[in-house]
């Protein structure tokens, strides 16, 4: 298989040479993304349902963080055609503001991951990259690969929570 190079450096991209980009950057990075944020969702949701109670948004979000979901929310609630995005307001919002959330609440997280702090340092250093794929942009390598280390380290913070804590993990 030839190997697929970014539509923006070849003179005279064909509409094939942009599909060929989106379906490596789809294939290769995107379904990261979208399995980090949400293992996330499911993390903050659970930390902070057994630390706090089940209605911990309003407690533990900060208000801009509330505001932002609740702003998006009521733009897919007047368009009842669109996919609704969930029921819960934490699909309102996105890795970053989950991080927020982890830092502004961190006692808790410390609670049942021992190094919590240095999940949101983790988190923060994808901004720049999940941002790229984000806004339809090819990756460097470097930008994948700090991809590819956050989706393995979330993979096993996920498989230690499910093994080594007295709570389950709840979808939100």
Known sequence: MPRVIDFRKIPNPTSNNIDN??????????????????????????????????????TATDELVRKKAKKYKEKYLIRPWYTNQGSHDIYYIDLFDLEEIMRVNLHLFDVIIE??????????????????????????????NRIDVLYNDTINLFKYIQKNTNFSLQIP
Do not use: C, T
């Not at 980009?21 to 057994?50: C, D, T």
């Not at 999940?130 to 090819?138: G, L, S, T």
């Open 21 to 58: 980009s989106g379906k490596y950057i789809g294939k290769n990075n995107y379904w990261k993304l979208y399995s980090v944020e949400n293992m996330f969702r499911v993390i903050v949701h659970s930390v902070l349902s057994v630390q706090i109670s089940s209605d911990w948004w309003d």
């Open 115 to 144: 190094d919590a702090d240095q999940w949101i340092v983790k988190i923060e250093g994808v901004r720049l990259p999940r941002n790229i794929i984000a806004h339809m942009n090819f990756p460097s390598s470097n930008d994948a």
